[in-house]
C-alpha cells in the first residue's frame, strides 16, 4: 500500500509567524505603535477620571453628584455612540482616530485652564465632562475596529487581550498617579497630564503606515438607517443578541460599582483620595491578571462558558465588596471582580470581533461600546441617586444579584449561541 504524496507547504505555512499569539501581534509595526500609544493616552484618561470624580465629591459631597458626573462621561456614548459607529464603516479609521484625539486634547485644556483660574463649579464640571464624553463616543468605534486592519484573524484574541491588559495597566497606573497627584498638589496637575498624554498618543498615530481604507459603506444620507440596520443585525443574530443582553445587564446593574469608588472611599471606609486610589488599583491589578490570562489563552473555543462564568463571579464579589466592612477586605473582593470584569468584557468583544460580517464591523462595535460605557453611566446615576435616600451598599448589591440572575437565565440559550458565533473564516476587514 502506498503512502499519498505529500502536499507542499503553501505560502502562508512558509511564512508562519511564531506560534505565541502575543508575539505575532506585536510583530506588527503598526499594533506595536497602536498599543503603546493607547496606553500612553490612557493612563492620562484614568488620571483625568479620577481627578474629575474627587473634584466633583469634594466641591459637592453628594452621592448623586457623583453619579450624574460618571453619567456625564459615559452616557454620551449612547446618544453618539452610534453615529461613530457610522462614521468608522464610511470614514478611514485611522484619520477618524487622530481627529478624535485632538477633540479630547482640547477639551483636557479647557478643563486645566477653567481649575487653574479657580471658575470650576459642579455644573460647568458636568458639562466639560459630557463634551469629552461626546468626543470620546466618537472616537471608539474607529478605535476598536482598527483592530480588524492591524493583526489577522489567528491573531484576534490575543489583540483584543492584549488591549484590555494595557487598559488595565492603564487603571492600575492612573488612578495611582492621580492619587499621588492629588494628595501632593492638586486635581488641577491631572488634567494637565491627560492632554499631554494626547499629543504623545498623536506623535505616534503619526509613524503609521497603513494603505487607504476603502468605506465599508457609501456615502448617503440614511444614516439612521444605517444605524438601525447595525442594530437589528447584532439584536436578531442567534448569539450576538443573547451576548448583547448579558453585558447590557452586567454593565447598567453591576459595573457601576467602580463609578461609585469615592463615595465607598470616603463615607464607608473613610480612607480619602488614598483609599480611593487604593480601591481602584485594585480592580486594575485583578484586571491586568485575567487580561494576561486571556492573551495567553488566545482562542475562541470556550470563550462563550468564560463569559458565563466571568459575570456570575463579578456580581458575587461585588456583593461581598458590599457587605466588607474593613478596608483590605474590600481590595480583595475588588480584585476578584476586576479579573471576572475583564475575562467576560474580552471574551465578548472577541466574540463580536471574530463573528461580525465585515460591512456593519463598525456599528456592531459601536453598540458593544454604547453598552460598555452607556451602561455603568446609567447604572451610576440610578444608583447614585436611590444611595441618597438609602446606604451606598445596596443599590450596588441589589444590581450585582440581578447581574448573576441574568447570566444564569441565560445560560439555557447557551448552545444556540455556541453553534452561532464565530462562524466559518471570512475576512476580517
Keep these: 500500500m502506498t503512502s499519498a504524496p505529500s502536499l507542499p507547504p503553501s505560502a502562508g505555512d512558509m511564512m508562519a509567524p511564531p506560534s505565541n499569539p502575543v508575539r505575532r501581534a506585536f510583530r506588527n509595526r503598526n499594533y506595536a505603535l ?22 466633583m465629591w469634594r466641591m459637592t459631597q453628594s452621592e448623586g453628584w457623583l453619579g450624574a458626573i460618571a453619567f456625564a462621561d ?31 486634547l482640547v477639551q483636557s485644556v479647557a478643563l486645566f ?49 492584549i488591549n484590555a491588559t494595557v487598559f488595565n495597566i492603564a487603571r492600575f497606573l492612573g488612578p495611582a498617579l492621580a492619587g499621588i497627584i492629588i494628595v501632593v498638589s492638586d486635581v488641577a496637575p491631572a488634567f ?11 506623535a505616534i498615530l503619526a509613524r503609521f503606515r497603513l494603505p487607504p481604507q476603502p468605506p465599508s459603506l457609501p456615502r448617503s444620507p440614511r444614516i439612521l438607517a444605517e444605524i438601525g440596520e447595525g442594530i437589528l443585525y447584532a439584536a436578531r443574530h442567534p448569539g450576538m443578541g443573547p451576548l448583547f443582553h448579558l453585558l447590557m445587564v452586567g454593565c447598567i446593574a453591576a459595573r457601576p460599582v467602580a463609578e461609585l469608588l469615592p463615595g465607598f472611599a470616603d463615607r464607608v471606609f473613610h480612607a480619602g483620595a488614598t483609599g480611593l486610589a487604593m480601591m481602584t488599583a485594585a480592580v486594575g491589578v485583578g484586571a491586568v491578571a485575567g487580561g494576561i490570562w486571556m492573551a495567553g489563552r488566545a482562542r475562541p473555543e470556550g470563550l462563550i462558558d468564560l463569559v458565563f462564568a466571568g459575570t456570575t463571579v463579578m456580581g458575587i464579589s461585588i456583593i461581598l465588596f458590599a457587605l466588607a466592612d474593613r478596608l483590605v477586605v474590600a481590595l480583595c473582593t475588588l480584585v476578584v471582580a476586576g479579573a471576572a470584569m475583564v475575562v467576560s468584557s474580552i471574551g465578548t468583544q472577541t466574540l463580536i470581533q471574530l463573528s461580525v460580517e465585515p460591512n456593519v464591523r463598525g456599528r456592531v462595535l459601536s453598540l458593544y461600546g454604547l453598552i460598555y460605557r452607556g451602561g455603568p453611566a446609567l447604572g451610576a446615576l440610578v444608583a447614585g441617586l436611590v444611595a441618597e435616600h438609602t446606604e451606598l451598599t445596596w ?23 455556541v453553534r452561532s458565533l464565530v462562524p466559518p473564516r471570512h475576512s476580517l476587514d
Design 395 to 417: 443599590p450596588i448589591m441589589v444590581g450585582a444579584g440581578v447581574s448573576t440572575a441574568c447570566g444564569l437565565w441565560l445560560w439555557r440559550r447557551r448552545r444556540i449561541m
Design 113 to 161: 485652564l477653567l481649575t487653574v483660574a479657580d471658575g470650576i463649579t459642579p455644573v460647568s464640571l458636568f458639562v466639560l465632562t459630557a463634551i469629552g464624553g461626546v468626543f470620546n463616543a466618537l472616537n471608539q468605534p474607529a478605535r476598536l475596529a482598527l483592530i480588524s486592519r492591524l493583526v489577522d484573524r489567528d491573531t484576534m484574541a490575543a489583540a483584543v487581550a
Design 74 to 104: 459615559l452616557f454620551p456614548t449612547v446618544l453618539v455612540g452610534p453615529f461613530g459607529g457610522v462614521l468608522a464603516d464610511r470614514l478611514d479609521r485611522l484619520r477618524l482616530l487622530k481627529t478624535s484625539q485632538v477633540l479630547m
Design 34 to 55: 497602536y498599543t503603546l500609544g493607547n496606553g500612553v493616552s490612557l493612563v492620562g484618561t484614568w488620571v483625568q477620571r479620577i481627578a474629575v470624580g474627587w473634584l
Design 192 to 202: 494637565a497630564i491627560n492632554a499631554t498624554s494626547f499629543v504623545v498618543y498623536l
